[in-house]
T-cell receptor
């Protein structure tokens, strides 16, 4: 069975501190991993995906197949980064590329 | 392009009533997904539809829930005889590409269903 685990429901850091939001997964085969973000009163939107190897808003995530992890990192947190973050996966086992989500982590960046 | 539209945004029903949730995908998108988010949990896949076809409904409860995506008009998620456990946020997402190619899913704002 496929599963995405985000062990922290809440992560609170001060502005300028490094941030790491953890994501572990289980999947038979080669998954595609994503991070989605939901800012207050806004809809869920794609932040980044591992196949793009891009950095969005200073965030990066590396897929570690050995540890089955896809942690989201940012060296210096900003107050506007405060939001709900969801790790998600899909892959060839998922008809229509439906997404399996983790439970989410609320990031609070304090001034 | 207005993005994925969902209505109503908030829906209150009494136990035993029916709930109808609507989703209009982005223009040009013919693939629609429904997800449910129970309180304090992540989003869980319910059903994947293309125009006039249910492709994967493996996440749908076997009873009382149904979904459609007609040739014309929005996709509808229908919940009959609602119970308190149906209270949740229901999200719709749409995508322009068929399975097999990487496709980003674009999410609507969600419908928050409250069952009294």
């Amino acid at each position: 069975a496929q599963r995405v685990t985000q062990p922290e429901k809440l992560l609170s850091v001060f502005k300028g501190a490094p941030v790491e939001l953890k994501c572990n997964y289980s999947y038979s085969g080669s998954p595609e991993l994503f991070w989605y973000v939901q800012y207050s009163r806004q809809r869920l939107q794609l932040l980044l995906r591992h196949i793009s190897r891009e950095s969005i808003k200073g965030f990066t995530a590396d897929l570690n197949k050995g540890e089955t992890s896809f942690h989201l990192k940012k060296p210096f947190a900003q107050e506007e980064d405060s939001a709900m973050y969801y790790c998600a996966l899909t892959g060839p086992n998922n008809a229509g590329n439906m997404l399996t989500f983790g439970g989410g982590t609320r990031l609070m960046v304090k001034p | 392009n207005a993005g994925v539209m969902q209505n109503p945004r908030h829906l209150v029903r009494r136990r035993g009533q029916e709930a109808r949730l609507r989703c209009s995908p982005m223009k040009g998108h013919s693939h629609v997904y429904w997800y449910r988010q129970l309180p304090e949990e992540g989003l869980k896949f319910m059903v994947y539809l293309q125009k006039e076809n249910i492709i994967d409904e493996s996440g749908m409860p076997k009873e009382r829930f149904s979904a459609e995506f007609p040739k014309e008009g929005p996709s509808i998620l229908r919940i009959q005889q609602v119970v308190r456990g149906d209270s949740a946020a229901y999200f719709c997402a749409s995508s322009p590409l068929p399975p097999g190619a990487y496709n980003e899913q674009f999410f609507g704002p969600g419908t928050r269903l409250t069952v009294l």
